[in-house]
């Protein structure tokens, strides 16, 4: 286990930093620490009204109970009863005399077990008052439509002109279903109390500033006093972006109130209840278009359900509008968002943060197209492509410059020999009535950088020691993805050593303050950057000092494998070190990084948000039965752009994770409202994820072998983290061929996610129906 990994650490299939501790049970997450004497264990106590005024709360019980220390309400919070990631401060952690969805916390519960406290916090007898309540977005907008946050419209172009030009339409709706997180290891918190105003907080947080933030605000302390760290998250995907907030402000205030350690982790019901998923969007669309299939204009609106409050509702709707256009080229657009209020949970950041959806939207309007003039919708996505000339900019108008979707698709086209295997579909459906298949090829365009242009920054702080051997900090976090060592390698690389001489340390905001969130794909452009400039401070330094030392000139120094090479003269890492210190060389440096040529302005819609984009595309083909709607997967066919790979094994599972976690979102989890507001699909047992059964039995993941970024990222690479996701929409439009085939392809399928067996079986019903 001690021994070097590799030689050459960069671009180079190496395992994640912590892969045999997962595989054997020894990595340690939060609800494996050791805890001090006296641990104190919070639970929530959860609304069970989805919007109603709490007349009283009865405590007696609850304070009699075996155990119980005290109970945390409004009342207790010295600072501001707020864990809003947005201005509005419209999400309290405990509610202060209404609820507004099913699932809210109203109160804590602290005891001597987790136990205890999870028994006690449903003895409390609460009143409520019933209010009316909007459940989806349908009946937000039939309702006073109410908006949780300032939309967002993006406009190009004489859209009315070109719309009334235009020879065909295509008009309609398509709902595209939200998705729990359902991560392995769900929310927690674990506090412990310093002197005077410290607090130290082990949170499973992708956003370690932001709850540092919080746990400040909601204590009325400084930011100084609290301490933030995460080793490991056992998954994210967005969920642990802002969700994580309200449980160590709980834990750091019961922390702080009875001067002990305190822990909270709910079960996976309350935890699926209480928390945000992915937005839930209805997009209504009314599409201008020629006889060849050529898109003139572009009219839609993104309606999303956001739940009771802003949390990020806006920033993902936002992105949902710049991923409308996918990889196509809209001549006259206007597509606007509508984040609407609901009483529900309030939906967050989620692996693609709403450009799933609006990809979802495009390849909805092509299809539509697709099948209107009889063409393979294939056909119709390569017409529509963005060029190279004025047909390159977007709707929010930067210039599409590093375009090689068409490359990418001719490729896949052939090497997945696309054309043969869909006329032997096609000759399939014709003799076989029950059992359809189907197939399909979709591209994606994913723009890489955070849309809010002052998260686009990251800080690292390297320590070389004596012996040679490395610290590195930096202010990204590990979920399981590989950031830690992706970055590990940049260290490694920069110096010259073995991979084992880097020790990646917990992130922690007392390390590297102002973190931005692990998020939109983003953490190893960021922090593997901000590795590399502390690195390329403390390389000048001992150069100097080998110049000086050996009477070299600093361009005689050549850092090699091992070490430098000072004219004839080798001197090892480990050595170097040792001698830097001795002649009292600066060791330390901290390392910061801003991605460069972005900037977006939102009141006119106008900018560059994106740095670059990642490309790819995906050939799924599918089995449906039609007297059931049962389905399969049958095989996945998948190239990607990832640019220079920084680490190939990484990238390739990031992208088969990525596209079965896509196709689990299209295709099986489905959240279920019941008629009072409460969540039904609230654990394993009624929410269906992929399983292991589910991966197709053919599966082939291939990288795109000659691409190289053209923008200066860390190795010439590209994010891999979300745009794999949006590629499992080739599953559903595999189902929409399928379906079709039952009215020979005469119709649109139109199928609503997540396409469920129900969900087919009453499309095959619709298009017998019209076929007559």
């Not at 606007?336 to 950041?349: D, F, G, H, I």
């Not at 009535?433 to 920054?457: D, M, R």
């Not at 983003?522 to 590399?532: F, P, Q």
């Not at 001795?582 to 330390?588: D, E, F, G, P």
Request: one cysteine or more.
């Amino acid at each position: 286990m001690n021994q070097p990994i590799n030689l050459s650490v960069l671009h180079t299939a190496t395992r994640h930093d912590s892969g045999p501790k997962h595989v054997t049970g020894t990595a340690e997450y939060i609800d494996d620490m050791a805890e001090p004497g006296g641990t104190m264990h919070a639970y929530l106590g959860l609304s069970s009204r989805a919007h109603a005024d709490i007349v009283s709360i009865d405590f007696s019980a609850v304070k009699a109970a075996p155990g119980v220390i005290g109970v945390l309400t409004a009342d207790d919070i010295p600072g501001e009863n707020d864990v809003s990631p947005s201005h509005k401060h419209d999400e309290p952690i405990f509610a202060p005399g209404k609820v507004e969805f099913w699932g809210q916390p109203m109160f804590a519960v602290i005891a001597e077990t987790r136990d205890q406290a999870r028994r006690a916090a449903h003895l409390a007898v609460v009143e409520y008052r019933d209010l009316a309540w909007l459940p989806d977005v349908r009946s937000a907008q039939a309702g006073e439509r109410k908006l949780v946050t300032e939309p967002l419209k993006l406009e190009r172009g004489d859209v009315a002109a070109a719309m009334a030009a235009a020879p065909r339409r295509a008009k309609g709706s398509v709902s595209v279903g939200g998705q729990d997180h359902f991560y392995l290891e769900g929310q927690i918190a674990f506090a412990i109390p310093g002197e005077d105003e410290d607090v130290l907080v082990h949170s499973s947080t992708q956003h370690p500033s932001e709850v540092q933030l919080m746990v400040a605000q909601v204590l009325g302390v400084r930011h100084n006093a609290v301490t933030i760290q995460v080793r490991r998250m056992g998954g994210g995907f967005g969920g642990k972006e802002t969700q994580g907030n309200l449980f160590a402000c709980v834990a750091a205030l019961a922390a702080k109130k009875w001067n002990r350690a305190c822990k909270i982790r709910p079960d996976r019901d309350d935890d699926m209840q209480a928390t945000g998923k992915r937005h839930d969007f209805v997009i209504d669309y009314d599409v201008g278009y020629d006889e060849s299939g050529k898109i003139l204009a572009v009219e839609a609106n993104l309606a999303a359900r956001s739940g009771f409050s802003s949390d990020l509702s806006g920033p993902v709707t936002d992105r949902a509008l710049f991923h409308v256009d996918n990889t196509y080229w809209y001549p006259a657009v206007r597509v606007k968002s509508e984040p609407l209020y609901t009483n529900t949970v309030s939906n967050t950041a989620f692996r693609g943060f709403g450009g799933p959806q609006g990809v979802m939207a495009a390849e909805r309007w092509v299809e539509d197209i697709g099948y209107a003039l009889g063409v393979d919708p294939l056909e119709i996505r390569k017409r529509n492509f963005y060029g190279t000339d004025t047909d390159n900019v977007t709707p929010y108008h930067q210039v599409v410059k590093d375009n090689v979707i068409a490359r990418i698709v001719d490729e896949l086209e052939a090497s997945s020999d696309y054309q043969a295997r869909r006329q032997a579909i096609i000759e399939h459906n014709r003799f076989n009535s029950i059992l359809k298949k189907g197939i399909a090829l979709t591209p994606v365009k994913f723009g890489i950088s955070f849309t809010a242009t002052w998260y686009n920054q990251a800080g690292a702080l390297v320590h070389i020691y004596k012996d040679g051997s490395i610290h590195l900090n930096h202010g990204g976090t590990e979920m399981g993805q590989g950031l830690h060592t992706k970055v590990a390698q940049v260290v490694a690389d920069a110096f010259g050593v073995n991979l084992d001489s880097v020790k990646i340390m917990p992130t922690s905001t007392g390390k590297v303050p102002n973190t931005s969130a692990t998020a939109a794909s983003s953490g190893t452009d960021l922090n593997g950057m901000a590795a590399k400039t502390a690195c390329d401070q403390l390389k000048e330094r001992l150069v100097a000092h080998a110049a000086a030392l050996y009477q070299a000139q600093e361009s005689d120094c050549v850092w090699v494998q091992g070490g430098l090479q000072v004219r004839s003269e080798f001197v090892g890492f480990a050595e170097l070190a040792a001698s830097a210190y001795l002649n009292r060389v600066q060791l330390s440096a901290a390392g910061f990084y801003k991605t460069p040529e972005i900037h977006w302005d939102r009141a006119t819609g106008k900018g560059n948000p994106f740095y670059y984009y990642s490309y790819g595309a995906s050939v799924s083909e599918v089995t449906i039965d039609t007297l059931t709607g049962e389905y399969t997967v049958d095989r996945v066919d998948i190239l990607h752009d990832v640019g220079k790979s920084l680490n190939p094994a990484l990238d390739l599972g990031q992208i088969e994770g990525g596209f079965i976690q896509g196709m689990g979102w299209l295709t099986t989890e489905e959240l279920v409202w019941d008629a009072k507001g409460q969540l039904r699909t609230h654990a394993p047992s009624t929410y269906k994820i992929p399983l292991a059964s589910d991966v197709p039995p053919i599966f082939n993941v291939k990288l795109v072998d000659w691409s190289v970024n053209t923008k200066q990222t860390i190795g010439r690479s590209k994010a891999v983290g979300e745009p794999p996701f949006v590629l499992a929409i080739s599953v559903v439009e595999a189902l929409g061929m399928a379906v079709a085939s039952v009215a020979d392809y005469r119709h649109a399928p139109q199928l609503d996610t997540p396409v469920t067996p129900e969900r087919v079986l009453m499309a095959v019903e619709r298009m017998r129906g019209v076929r007559g």
